[in-house]
C-alpha cells in the first residue's frame, strides 16, 4: 500500500516535499519512484531511486536540479523535496514501486503552482 501526502498550492519559485508512506514490503527491496500527470498530458516519470542499500537516484530532465528524492528506511517511506516550482510543474504527483516482477501505486497528491 502507498500513500501520499503533502500536496499543497504554492507560488511559482516556492517549495513543497511529498511523501509517500509505505507498507507491505521494505522499500530499499523496491524501485521506487515519483511520476507526474498534468491536466490533459501523459503521465511522466519524475524521478527514482533504483532498489538496494545505495539506491542510485536519477531525475527527469525537466526537474533536474530543482527535485530531489530520498527515502527513509526506517520510517520506511520516500519523499520528493521540489524547489523552484513552476507553474509547469503542476500536476498529481503518483508514488510508484516497482518489486518482484509487481508494480504499485499510490492515488496521488495534486500540486498547484499559481501565483
Known amino acids: 500500500n502507498l500513500v501520499e501526502f503533502g500536496g499543497d498550492l504554492v507560488q511559482p519559485g516556492g517549495s513543497l516535499k511529498l511523501s509517500c508512506a509505505v507498507s507491505?514490503?521494505?522499500?530499499?527491496?523496491?524501485?521506487m519512484r515519483w511520476f507526474r500527470q498534468a491536466p490533459g498530458k501523459e503521465r511522466e516519470k519524475v524521478c527514482g531511486?533504483?532498489?538496494?542499500?545505495?539506491?542510485?537516484?536519477y531525475y527527469a530532465d525537466s526537474v533536474k536540479g530543482r527535485f530531489t528524492i530520498s527515502n527513509d528506511n526506517f520510517r520506511n517511506t520516500v519523499y520528493l523535496q521540489m524547489n523552484n516550482l513552476q507553474p509547469e510543474d503542476t500536476a498529481v504527483y503518483y508514488c510508484?514501486?516497482?518489486?518482484?516482477?509487481?508494480?504499485?501505486w499510490g492515488n496521488g497528491t495534486l500540486v498547484t503552482v499559481s501565483s
Open positions: 510508484n514501486a516497482a518489486i518482484s516482477g509487481w508494480e504499485y
Open positions: 507491505g514490503f521494505p522499500i530499499y527491496e523496491a524501485d
Open positions: 531511486i533504483i532498489e538496494g542499500p545505495n539506491g542510485r537516484k
